[in-house]
């Protein structure tokens, strides 16, 4: 056990350290799962592969004009087996997956879900947020008046008896779940944990699993697991509507000119199409066609992620050499060591993360606001961090990282000298 | 006038030509208003404008990553005066101004408008629908809960007494309106009808007038109407946010690929962009780069639009001239002779519109269905058909004129037989 003396000279060393870092003058960002240049580059040939020409689809749809509400149907069949959705059951969209989560939402807000048609948006109207989460989920539920109830998240999900509890109220609608690399922690969900929430009980018919697999693909390492069946494991438990399939190519392609999947099950696909039909002239095909092209095939895809892979595993592996050279030693905090996805979790001691996010700033290491990860931005814990490490270059997160280190080191003296 | 049998004389007559014409068993269409192949051609090299080595911005911006609710500020910048809207009060989207409708009305219905922060959805709520109107605008607003209220158009715009009548209803929130060459008529509102209905006394403090310019820059004749400043109009009577301005590129470019716009008084921009940042993630940037590099200015669009004219201008004037031959004679229709925009509005004689959609459909053509026009797909006068003659080739067109005559010809002189 340190003795007081012990950690103040430990306090001054680390704000020696701090300030010498803070000294350099740095401009570092580490805040938002972005791309890099270099990996916006690899969709390059992506860009010309419709021309003037020759913009038909090889089933001869005229990807110019207007139509086609469901996407172009070969795109939709090369990303089905990598969804693990049926084609016929999963729809191409426009550049944002976050639209088809919101007009989804809006629909059911509106007219009911697919299993039962009394609008959600008649009575109180609450989803379950596993914490720590994606500050958008948050954010678009609650912009649409849900309210935001928190479920904590062990290494296989989230913790089942707690939704099960929560789920238990008929106004509980739905659960938000990255069920892969999830953002922040880049746990991926347990079959066994997935097969629970399929057939959990719950008091609302139409309760919905909005299963934003926007990480399915962008495995880090050679070995990785498999996307879940989930629309079957819902199907077996007697639930085949209860999933809702949200994906895109944002992080395949590029960022901002990407195609967005939705996929369900055979009701929830029509009750969409229908609800679509009202309110959206179609997806931007010209777009699905260039994917289509540039891809070929589902394995083309996958050989695509292997090259985003070798550009981003340093960036990970970087912060992690950093955290365990940093802060292991003295076990200042705990951290996740995600096998895919865009972010790391760090969790603080308790109490102190806004202040590491503070003195990050003070010393040119942007970090995403303490509490973004958590509903209406409040983390009772006030210990996590999203650290976000693709879109710098390797030397700019090597220095962020080496910078955040020197701030929780800091902020971890400064509260244990406190005591 | 007519004897009895003078008119069974005519119906034979119609009846053989009828006939005749149905036994070529021809299949035409001139259902919907989309551009032609001919005319997406045009835009042909806008698709390999922007290629991997170059995706940036005038101003730097990378257009591949994510970022940028608005839209990139350099297309903005030409539209914005084509429009009549400020630079900084005019947003780029997506391939859809529907979806920015859809939007703008649903952020009403839960958050208020930027007027008056009570919902829409939180009262009976209904809008004004000049007819024959955009079956689009009437189907999306119905799905949104909203009632809809027919009101008359006369040659200059929607008929003010009627409208300002209905506006002393709270619950009215605004009312639908393409101001030029509107779908399905051809009218283009006249300044003074303008002024009125931004000058015009509601109930509703945030009335709103849904300005879709969807066909602003769509003249078929050198000699052609200027786009209104509904913005200066509004604010010169006290409200300066009333006007929502919706238009795209959608028949401009590609139509299922362009680019939409969304205008509004300083106050519903703010209120735009503050909405949209919790449901969308931005639009497709490298898209709003290919229109930029294209159209390089705003006379570049002017010049395209030339070329779009005389594709199309030829085909409204063969259905005009079949009409005239056909139907003029006998007095047995009137119809629309617009200056622009993409429609011809028949009305027959009162009770017989379903009945020519038919016989047109049995003989080979396809007509958008009659009551299409009106809210809830009923036109109390079944008397107006809306042609779109733009997607089928010149020669298509013609004889698809030349059968819908023959339809009229034929259903007329049923009636008058009939007494």
Same mark, same amino acid.
Not at 7 to 34: C, H, M, N, P, V
Not at 62 to 88: C, K, Q
Not at 245 to 252: G, N
Not at 266 to 289: C, E, F, R
């Given at each position: 056990?340190?003795?007081?003396?012990?950690?103040?000279?430990?306090?001054?060393?680390?704000?020696?350290?701090?300030?010498?870092?803070?000294?350099?003058?740095?401009?570092?960002?580490?805040?938002?799962?972005?791309?890099?240049?270099?990996?916006?580059?690899?969709?390059?040939?992506?860009?010309?592969?419709?021309?003037?020409?020759?913009?038909?689809?090889?089933?001869?749809?005229?990807?110019?004009?207007?139509?086609?509400?469901?996407?172009?149907?070969?795109?939709?069949?090369?990303?089905?087996?990598?969804?693990?959705?049926?084609?016929?059951?999963?729809?191409?969209?426009?550049?944002?997956?976050?639209?088809?989560?919101?007009?989804?939402?809006?629909?059911?807000?509106?007219?009911?879900?697919?299993?039962?048609? #009394?609008?959600?948006?008649?009575?109180?109207?609450?989803?379950?947020?596993?914490?720590?989460?994606?500050?958008?989920?948050?954010?678009?539920?609650?912009?649409?008046?849900?309210?935001?109830?928190?479920?904590?998240?062990?290494?296989?999900?989230?913790?089942?008896?707690?939704?099960? #509890?929560?789920?238990?109220?008929?106004?509980?609608?739905?659960?938000?779940?990255?069920?892969?690399?999830?953002?922040?922690?880049?746990?991926?969900?347990?079959?066994?944990?997935?097969?629970?929430?399929?057939?959990?009980?719950?008091?609302?018919?139409?309760?919905?699993?909005?299963?934003?697999?926007?990480?399915?693909?962008?495995?880090?390492?050679?070995?990785?697991?498999?996307?879940?069946?989930?629309?079957?494991?819902?199907?077996?438990?007697?639930?085949?509507?209860?999933?809702?399939?949200?994906?895109?190519?944002?992080?395949?392609?590029?960022?901002?000119?990407?195609?967005?999947?939705?996929?369900?099950?055979?009701?929830?696909?029509?009750?969409?199409?229908?609800?679509?039909?009202?309110?959206?002239?179609?997806?931007?095909?010209?777009?699905?066609? #260039?994917?289509?092209?540039?891809?070929?095939?589902?394995?083309?895809?996958?050989?695509?992620?292997?090259?985003?892979?070798?550009?981003?595993?340093?960036?990970?592996?970087?912060?992690?050499?950093?955290?365990?050279?940093?802060?292991?030693?003295?076990?200042?905090?705990?951290?996740? #060591?995600?096998?895919?996805?865009?972010?790391?979790?760090?969790?603080?001691?308790?109490?102190?993360?806004?202040?590491?996010?503070?003195?990050?700033?003070?010393?040119?290491?942007?970090?995403?606001?303490?509490?973004?990860?958590?509903?209406?931005?409040?983390?009772?814990?006030?210990?996590?961090?999203?650290?976000?490490?693709?879109?710098?270059?390797?030397?700019?997160?090597?220095?962020?990282?080496?910078?955040?280190?020197?701030?929780?080191?800091?902020?971890?003296?400064?509260?244990?000298?406190?005591?």
């Amino acid at each position: 056990m340190s003795t007081l003396s012990d950690l103040q000279t430990r306090l001054d060393e680390a704000s020696a350290d701090y300030e010498e870092f803070a000294s350099r003058g740095l401009k570092l960002d580490i805040t938002r799962g972005k791309p890099s240049p270099e990996q916006l580059d690899l969709a390059a040939d992506l860009l010309t592969t419709v021309t003037g020409d020759d913009a038909f689809t090889p089933s001869g749809v005229d990807t110019r004009n207007y139509g086609g509400l469901e996407g172009i149907s070969e795109l939709r069949e090369i990303f089905a087996p990598l969804l693990r959705v049926p084609s016929d059951q999963l729809l191409a969209g426009g550049n944002a997956s976050l639209t088809f989560m919101a007009q989804a939402l809006t629909f059911a807000l509106i007219h009911g879900s697919a299993v039962d048609d #009394r609008p959600w948006g008649h009575g109180p109207h609450k989803l379950l947020c596993p914490v720590p989460g994606y500050d958008r989920h948050f954010t678009l539920a609650e912009s649409l008046g849900f309210e935001l109830l928190s479920i904590p998240m062990d290494d296989q999900g989230p913790v089942i008896a707690e939704a099960q #509890r929560l789920a238990d109220d008929p106004a509980v609608k739905g659960m938000w779940l990255v069920p892969m690399y999830s953002n922040p922690t880049g746990i991926t969900i347990t079959e066994q944990r997935a097969r629970e929430l399929a057939a959990m009980p719950t008091a609302a018919v139409d309760f919905t699993l909005l299963w934003d697999n926007a990480y399915g693909m962008h495995h880090l390492r050679e070995e990785h697991p498999d996307n879940l069946d989930i629309l079957s494991l819902c199907a077996e438990a007697g639930n085949p509507e209860r999933a809702w399939i949200f994906a895109s190519t944002s992080k395949i392609t590029h960022a901002g000119a990407g195609v967005s999947f939705f996929g369900g099950g055979p009701a929830t696909v029509d009750w969409m199409v229908s609800n679509l039909g009202k309110v959206a002239i179609g997806p931007d095909k010209i777009n699905q066609l #260039r994917h289509l092209r540039f891809f070929s095939d589902s394995a083309g895809v996958e050989a695509h992620m292997r090259k985003h892979a070798e550009i981003i595993a340093p960036k990970f592996d970087a912060v992690l050499s950093a955290l365990e050279k940093g802060l292991g030693p003295d076990s200042l905090a705990r951290w996740t #060591r995600p096998d895919g996805g865009y972010f790391i979790t760090l969790t603080t001691m308790e109490g102190i993360a806004d202040r590491v996010v503070k003195l990050a700033a003070e010393a040119g290491v942007k970090l995403t606001p303490a509490g973004a990860t958590h509903p209406y931005g409040l983390d009772p814990s006030n210990s996590i961090i999203r650290i976000a490490p693709t879109m710098p270059s390797l030397e700019e997160v090597e220095l962020a990282a080496q910078g955040l280190v020197a701030c929780v080191r800091l902020a971890s003296y400064e509260k244990l000298v406190a005591g």
